[in-house]
């Protein structure tokens, strides 16, 4: 999933247009995604870290995504979600939802897809 720019994942109560941090929970063989408010943390140092892996406990690994926007919403409840990689767009979600200080990391990991 890491360098798709869309993907479908469940979840219910979203609605288009709607943006957050899509955050990767494996445990075991089971992967679950979820669009948040908030980036996943670092283990221990509670750093957030909106793009790479912030460690495993207890067996659930969780692994930030970078930030995302609702695209569709299936009649199942299904939802389609592209990923932000315009820097304006990117910079907006980022001011709405009170984390402007992850630019830099979001474009550092967009260079990086781009090479």
């Not at 609605?15 to 929970?25: D, P």
């Not at 221990?44 to 870290?49: D, L, N, Q």
């Not at 067996?59 to 995504?65: D, K, L, P, S, Y």
């Not at 299936?74 to 980022?94: P, S």
């Amino acid at each position: 999933m890491t360098t798709e720019t869309t993907a479908w994942i469940h979840k219910t109560t979203l609605m288009i247009g709607q943006a957050g941090f899509l955050a990767e929970i494996v445990s075991g063989s089971v992967i679950r995604h979820r669009l948040r408010d908030h980036p996943p943390t670092e283990y221990g140092t509670y750093k957030p870290r909106p793009v790479g892996s912030c460690g495993t406990h207890n067996g659930v690994t969780h692994i930030g995504r970078g930030v995302w926007r609702v695209q569709t919403i299936a009649r199942n409840g299904r939802v389609e979600i592209v990923k932000v990689t315009d820097h304006n767009e990117l910079e907006k979600v980022l001011e709405e939802l009170g984390y402007p200080d992850l630019l830099d990391d979001l474009l550092y990991d967009l260079i990086g897809q781009a090479e």
